[in-house]
């Protein structure tokens, strides 16, 4: 599961503002955000969580039952 969101408003911070920050297009933090991605770069990750003042475990979970369904 990808928590982008709940990060997001933890922060008060717009998708459109963290995308700006990152330097990616808000369509490729959208498909990050839906758990769409098949993947994602550790250099997004860093700056994901650099700007976010975060973890990675805070933004992606694991759970079993979700990758049945991939």
Same mark, same amino acid.
């Given at each position: 599961?990808?928590?982008? $969101?709940?990060? @997001? !408003?933890?922060? #008060?911070?717009? /998708? ?5 920050? *990152?330097? *990616? ?6 498909? @990050? #955000?839906?758990?769409? !991605?098949? %993947?994602?770069?550790?250099?997004? @990750?860093? %700056?994901?969580? #650099?700007?976010? $003042?975060?973890?990675? /475990? $805070?933004? @992606? ?6 990758? #049945?369904? *991939?």
């Amino acid at each position: 599961m990808v928590n982008i $969101d709940v990060m @997001l !408003a933890t922060r #008060k911070m717009r /998708s459109k503002d963290l995308a700006e920050k *990152i330097g *990616i297009t808000t369509a490729n933090l959208s498909i @990050l #955000k839906s758990g769409k !991605a098949k %993947a994602i770069r550790f250099s997004t @990750l860093e %700056a994901i969580c #650099k700007e976010l $003042d975060c973890q990675p /475990s $805070d933004i @992606l979970e694991y759970s079993s039952d979700i990758s #049945k369904d *991939i």
